[in-house]
């Protein structure tokens, strides 16, 4: 059940973060917006299961890790 929650909280805030940084981008143009937008929405839950499914929350944290240790 945690991996459920996991994918559903971290699929929402992909979604919010597509819509948001959409719109502040991209022209006010509601057909610029869907073509641009909706395939980062459908890309969302492929991200997601990466991140939470696949370890993919883990990955990202060594490679931050990793840069800012040589500093």
Known sequence: MGHLRAFVVTLL?????????????????????LVLVGPLLLLAPVVAWWLVYRDGFERVQALVESDGGGR
Do not use: N
């Open 13 to 33: 805030a992909l979604d919010a973060l597509v819509v948001v940084v959409g719109t502040y981008l991209l022209p006010p143009d509601p057909f610029a917006q």
